[in-house]
C-alpha cells in the first residue's frame, strides 16, 4: 500500500523536524541558562515517532503485507528512516553536554551507521559484478571477484572511520563534529538514491 509509505514518510519528516526543534531548544535554553526538560522530551517524541517508522518501513520492505510497493517509493522511504535514525542519535548527545563519554559513545554509534552504508554504497557499484554467474553455480568465480571487492570496501570504510576520529580530535565541539557526521551521511544517502535511480529495475505487478 502506497499509502503507508506516504505516512511513514510524514511521519519521518515530522520526526527529523522535532529533533532539529529539540536540538534548538536546548541551545537556546542553555544560551538564556533556563532549566528545561522540554528539550529531552521533544527527543522522547521524535525517537518515538522514528520506532513507529521503522516498524512501517519494515513491514512495506520486507513484506507483502500492505501489497506492492514501488521499489524507487520504498527506497525514498528508507533513506528518510536512515536520516531520521542518525539525527535521533546525534541529537540526544547534545542532551549530555558535560559527559564528553556518553556523547563520544553516541558519535562512534552514528558512524558505525554511516560507514556501513559507506559498505552498502561501494557494494551498489560492483554488486553486478560479483554476482555474475552465482545464479549458474560459479561460486569460485563469485567469491574471488568479491574478496577484491571486499579489499577495496574494507579499505573504504577503515579510511571512513580514520576520518570521523579526526573531525572529532580536531574538532573540539560535538554539535561540529555531529554536523559534519550528519551533512556526510545525507550526502551519502543522497549518492545511492542517484546511482540507484538511474539502473533500470525490472517491476513486478
Known amino acids: 500500500m ?22 534548538a531548544f536546548w541551545y537556546i535554553f542553555d544560551y538564556y541558562n533556563i532549566a528545561s526538560e522540554v528539550p529531552f522530551y521533544a527527543w522522547v517524541l521524535g525517537a518515538a515517532l522514528l520506532i513507529l517508522v521503522i516498524l ?27 536520516i531520521q535514525s542518525i539525527s535521533a542519535i546525534l541529537v540526544l548527545g ?36 560479483i554476482l555474475e554467474g552465482g545464479e549458474t553455480g560459479q561460486v569460485k568465480e563469485m567469491t574471488s571477484r568479491f574478496m577484491l571487492v571486499s579489499l577495496l570496501m574494507g579499505s573504504l570504510m577503515a579510511g571512513t572511520k580514520i576520518g570521523l576520529d579526526w573531525v572529532w580530535a580536531t574538532t573540539n565541539s560535538y ?7 550528519g551533512a556526510f551521511a545525507v550526502v551519502l544517502v543522497l549518492l545511492i538514491a542517484i546511482v ?10
Do not use: C, W
Open 94 to 129: 547534545i542532551q549530555y553536554p558535560n559527559d564528553a563519554d556518553a556523547q563520544r559513545f553516541l558519535f562512534d554509534v552514528a558512524s558505525m551507521i554511516v560507514i556501513a552504508y559507506v559498505f552498502l554504497f561501494v557494494f551498489v557499484f560492483f554488486s553486478a559484478t
Open 196 to 205: 540507484l535511480g538511474r539502473k533500470y529495475e525490472p517491476v513486478g505487478e
Open 175 to 181: 554539535a561540529l563534529a555531529s554536523g559534519i557526521l
Open 2 to 23: 502506497v499509502r503507508l509509505t506516504s505516512i511513514s514518510n510524514i511521519l519521518s519528516g515530522i520526526g527529523i523536524a522535532i529533533l532539529g526543534v529539540s536540538a
Open 56 to 82: 512501517m518501513s519494515a513491514i512495506t520492505t520486507f513484506t507483502e503485507m500492505t501489497g506492492f510497493v514501488h521499489p524507487e517509493d520504498k527506497l525514498v522511504s528508507n533513506m528518510f528512516v536512515f
